[in-house]
């Protein structure tokens, strides 16, 4: 078992921008309430930011939605799927890029959100979510 844990610091940011996912989650009239079926909403938010984004082409801000949500889905994780933990860096992936350990995998939930926000469907962060997630854990 790996005892690793998420510095202190790392936490509160995560907890902070929760509390902005589920702002932006009321704007959208979407419940987020930390189950899996959640993140179906998730994907229906950045679905819609993902439209917006290809009819403005102003990216502004939205990196910051990637986050919150992001950490939203590690949080969901955390709540419904046992021990995890997360850093700010991976040596790979680099800076900021926040790999979040669950078990003996490494997944990037705000990478994920990134990329659904900017390149569109074919990144269903339902869908990843689901495979790595969900059906990793029936296994």
Request: proline share 3%.
């Amino acid at each position: 078992m790996n005892a690793q844990k998420t510095n202190p610091e790392l936490n509160e940011l995560k907890s902070d921008m929760v509390k902005y996912a589920l702002e932006v989650g009321q704007i959208f009239e979407l419940n987020l309430d930390f189950t899996d079926n959640s993140i179906k909403n998730v994907e229906k938010i950045l679905s819609e930011i993902h439209t917006e984004y290809i009819n403005t082409q102003n990216d502004e801000g939205l990196n910051g939605i990637a986050i919150q949500f992001g950490f939203y889905i590690m949080e969901t994780i955390e709540r419904n799927h046992g021990k995890t933990w997360f850093e700010r860096n991976h040596k790979d992936f680099g800076e900021n890029s926040f790999p979040f350990y669950l078990n003996e995998t490494t997944l990037f939930p705000i990478g994920w959100c990134q990329k659904r926000i900017f390149d569109g469907p074919d990144d269903n962060i339902w869908a990843k979510y689901n495979i790595t997630v969900i059906e990793k854990r029936i296994e």
